[in-house]
Each structure stands twice: as structure tokens, then as C-alpha cells.
């Protein structure tokens, strides 16, 4: 499972640095919050179709298991949400 995880890690950061180079074409022509938008849409889309392959409905997209800790995850999506807006802000400043 170990040579998992590193060929995952590794796949992640090949496809990280692909998409910030994508992501400086994409705002040449596209705001920050365009770009964004359009990352979390495919997100969404993702998940959704995977959670309904899963056999979850769709309101399992926004339900938090029970035990869930509802600050945490609140804090995570803001720092998550944060920090993708600056990394395509300083992608498209520099």
C-alpha cells in the first residue's frame, strides 16, 4: 500500500504542476474567480457523479456524517478556498 500512496503523491504533484501551467493560459483570458469557478464546478460534477456511482443521493454532496466536526470543516474549506485564490492570483501576477 506504501508504493501507493508515493505513486499517488507523485501522480498528484505531476498533475499540481500541469495545471497551474494550464491555469496561466486559462488567465490570459479569464478572471481569478472564473478560473475557480470553473475548477470547483468540475469538482462538484466529480464527486457528484462518483458519490451516485457510490449509490449516495445527491444530498450527500453537503451532509457531514454524524460526529462530523462542522468548525472544522468550515475552516478547511475556507483555508482550502483561500488559498486556491491566491495561488491563481500570484499564477496571474507573475
Do not use: N
Not at 508504493?3 to 483570458?29: F, K
Not at 462518483?50 to 475552516?75: D, F, N
Not at 488559498?83 to 492570483?89: E, S
Request: charged share 10%; proline share 3%.
Amino acid at each position: 500500500m506504501k508504493i501507493l500512496g508515493y505513486c499517488l503523491a507523485l501522480s498528484a504533484s505531476v498533475l499540481w504542476g500541469l495545471t497551474y501551467c494550464l491555469d496561466e493560459r486559462l488567465l490570459e483570458s479569464l478572471s481569478v474567480f472564473k478560473v475557480y469557478f470553473l475548477h470547483c464546478l468540475c469538482g462538484v460534477v466529480v464527486a457528484g457523479a462518483i458519490l451516485l456511482l457510490q449509490g449516495h443521493t445527491p444530498g450527500a454532496l453537503v451532509s457531514l456524517p454524524e460526529g462530523s466536526s462542522t468548525p472544522l470543516v468550515l475552516v478547511t474549506l475556507l483555508t482550502a478556498t483561500i488559498a486556491t485564490l491566491c495561488i491563481l492570483g500570484s499564477i496571474r501576477l507573475l
